[in-house]
């Protein structure tokens, strides 16, 4: 299925970093760098993130090399935005102004009439019943403000959940193994099933995916693109090949 944007809602940074590492990452958005629930997505957006950045609603806390800025309200967490040893005020404004810029490219596509695709991990610490309400409750807001859209999965236990109401919107659960010694697949692209079933599902315009790699990762374009006519030039050898063979 084509879509023409591809939109992480996390729960956490690395599905924006292998959106971005494979070319399918045009911009940047609300969800890409913040742990988030899923609740809080879907209640950031039905409210505009109206108030996300409440001096009263938000704390602290350093843990190196992070400074964690956090909204209690909303159940967000900031890992990426403000330095270390500075406080939440000093900082707030460039913050504010660099997510205002993400969120009105969210909201504006939401209120076109683009095919858009999410892209959701689902942490280990999930239950089956919170996951499958959660997910539920995210399609019945977002199908009102935009049913141009699609969702795919990605984790550990994402072929265990059902929806039956919501179907339709569900594109695709992708299963991955968790990485080495850690608790979820962070580079989830590296396994060919994964990556492989993606491409099976998602089609996303080559214009564009050229131009965010070139843009996000200009060295590995450029590696890409000979690989890419190293693989054409023998696809046309082995038909040149067959052709000659056929005379």
């Known amino acids: 299925m084509r879509f023409e944007h591809i ?6 940074c690395s599905v924006a970093i292998e959106l971005e590492r494979k070319g399918f990452r ?16 879907t209640d950031l957006i039905a409210v505009k993130f109206e108030n996300l950045f409440a001096y009263r609603q938000l704390f602290s806390n350093e843990v190196p090399p992070f400074n964690i800025v956090g909204n209690y309200k909303f159940n967000i967490l900031f890992y990426h935005d ?6 939440i005020k000093s900082q707030l404004k460039l ?5 205002t810029r993400r969120i009105k490219r969210l909201l504006g596509l939401l209120n076109s ?3 858009i695709l999410f892209i959701r991990y689902i942490s280990e610490e999930s239950k089956k019943k919170d996951t499958q309400q959660k997910i539920n409750r ?23 959940l059902n929806f039956k109401k919501n179907e339709s919107y569900i594109l695709g659960f992708l299963e991955v193994p968790k990485g080495k010694k850690d608790i979820l697949a962070r580079d989830f692209f590296n396994d060919r099933n994964c990556y492989k079933k993606f491409n099976q599902l998602v ?11 070139f843009y996000y990762h200009p060295k590995n374009f450029v590696r890409q693109i000979i690989s890419y006519c190293i693989l054409a030039k023998r696809r046309l050898e082995k038909i040149v090949f067959w052709l ?4």
């Open 7 to 12: 939109i992480s809602i996390g729960y956490f």
């Open 26 to 41: 045009e911009a940047s958005f609300p969800f890409d760098w913040t742990i988030t629930d899923l609740d809080t997505v």
């Open 82 to 87: 403000f330095k270390q040893r500075l406080d």
């Open 95 to 99: 913050v504010k102004i660099k997510y």
């Open 113 to 115: 009439q683009d095919s």
């Open 138 to 160: 995210f399609i019945n807001v977002i199908k009102k403000i935009h049913p141009n859209f699609k969702i795919i999965l990605i984790g550990h236990q994402t072929a265990k």
């Open 203 to 213: 089609q996303y315009p080559i214009g564009k995916r050229i131009k965010n790699l």
């Open 244 to 247: 000659r063979r056929e005379r």
